[in-house]
């Protein structure tokens, strides 16, 4: 099986849920994946160009991508805290699981990152929910919203 996924939260979260789900049903083919920054937009003959180059996944890559999934499952941050110290063996792993604890903590003024990020968006001129939806999607390509 190929999984083809993005280097984004969205596309993160689902690679690991993923690897979670066939850790744990110990299944046996053969797994390997694309990753690439973006996925979107790309012509047929790039993705053919492509898929040479998956990578197979080892069984410590998917225990890797399983932990990482029960540390984002976990009822305190700790878990996706002491994860983020080590090095992750998926590209853009890092950056997603950092900005998706960055939407559970909030510093002083009680807003995620998120909710700064639009808010600065509304301040400098985006309100109409379709521009400040795409303004976002490029101030913070991270999340994946809107693909």
């Known amino acids: 099986m190929v999984l ?9 979260a689902n690679l690991l849920y993923v690897a979670a ?13 694309v990753s690439r920054k973006t996925l979107g937009g ?12 998956r990578r197979s996944l080892l069984p410590a890559h998917i225990s890797m991508a399983a932990e990482a999934w029960d ?6 941050v700790a878990p996706l805290e002491a994860l983020l110290c080590r090095r992750l063996q ?22 995620d990152r998120i909710e700064r990020a639009v808010l600065w968006l509304i301040t400098i001129g985006f309100t109409e929910f379709g ?17």
């Not at 083809?4 to 993160?12: A, G, M, P, R, T």
């Open 131 to 147: 521009e400040l939806f795409e303004a976002f999607g490029r101030a913070e390509p991270v999340y994946g919203l809107g693909d």
């Open 21 to 33: 789900w066939y850790r744990q049903r110990r299944k046996r083919s053969a797994l390997s994946l």
């Open 90 to 111: 998926f590209a853009g792993l890092s950056a997603a699981l950092q900005a998706h604890l960055d939407r559970l903590l909030t510093p002083e003024d009680g807003l």
């Open 42 to 53: 790309v012509t047929p003959e790039q993705l053919a160009a492509w898929y040479p180059q």
């Open 4 to 12: 083809w996924f993005e280097h984004d939260l969205f596309c993160q």
């Open 71 to 76: 540390a984002c499952c976990a009822p305190t």
